[in-house]
T-cell receptor, first 119, second 112 residues
Framework: DSGVTQTPKHLITATGQRVTLRCSPR?????VYWYQQSLDQGLQFLIQ???????AKGNILERFSAQQFPDLHSELNLSSLELGDSALYFC??????????????????FGEGSRLTVL | EDQVTQSPEALRLQEGESSSLNCSYT??????LFWYRQDPGKGPEFLFT???AGEEKEKERLKATLTKKESFLHITAPKPEDSATYLC?????????????FGGGTRLMVKP
């Protein structure tokens, strides 16, 4: 158990719909990362938040948005869903460098993912 | 653009048959190279960080090594429980935030 919690685990919806994926980072971690994993694209970085502020953006579509709340949980909103959005969506967190024995911010703790199926 | 290529895509081994997984990378400046293990239906689990050419890290039957262009994950006398997908990722210097660029992974199957 990584300590990162994601809900829901599975989600089936139709094209054109909107869904929200939720993530609670490990206790004490300030950063939250969202990654998308599909069969043809592998694991792709979407977006990072640190203590409520957006820190970095990857290949995130304009139809997707995210935010991190004051209690540090994060939500990823996916709208106008298309068949190609079907994928596993992972959330990850990590401790601040120098804390909890971590030297580098690339050492991520991933949740178990939310599997999205768009029909 | 940072790129990571892993080979082979899939590898079948007999229990006890040692082998190596390859990760080739191109990055503007390497801050760190990471190895993760991913079991089916689970999120990736961190294994190693390597920072500079010549560095090696070991954990049980796994040893990771790094050169200026590639990294290897050596598996010595594997057991069935080592079956998983192994992911390699790089973090570049000067990246906004701490994003990782992942390779496509190597799916390892160890038969008893």
């Amino acid at each position: 158990d990584s300590g990162v919690t994601q809900t829901p685990k599975h989600l089936i919806t139709a094209t054109g719909q909107r869904v929200t994926l939720r993530c609670s980072p490990r206790s004490g971690d300030l950063s939250v990362y969202w990654y998308q994993q599909s069969l043809d694209q592998g694991l792709q970085f979407l977006i990072q938040y640190y203590n409520g502020e957006e820190r970095a953006k990857g290949n995130i579509l304009e139809r997707f948005s995210a935010q991190q709340f004051p209690d540090l949980h994060s939500e990823l909103n996916l709208s106008s869903l298309e068949l190609g959005d079907s994928a596993l969506y992972f959330c990850a967190s990590n401790p601040k460098p120098g804390t909890s024995g971590s030297r580098n911010t690339g050492e991520l703790f991933f949740g178990e993912g939310s599997r999205l199926t768009v029909l | 653009e940072d790129q990571v290529t892993q080979s082979p895509e899939a590898l079948r081994l007999q229990e006890g048959e040692s082998s190596s997984l390859n990760c080739s990378y191109t990055v503007s400046g390497l801050r760190g190279l990471f190895w993760y293990r991913q079991d089916p239906g689970k999120g990736p689990e961190f294994l190693f960080t390597l920072y500079s050419a010549g560095e090696e890290k070991e954990k049980e039957r796994l040893k990771a090594t790094l050169t200026k262009k590639e990294s290897f994950l050596h598996i010595t006398a594997p057991k069935p429980e080592d079956s998983a997908t192994y992911l390699c990722a790089v973090q570049a210097l000067g990246n906004a935030g701490n994003m990782l660029t992942f390779g496509g992974g190597t799916r390892l199957m160890v038969k008893p």
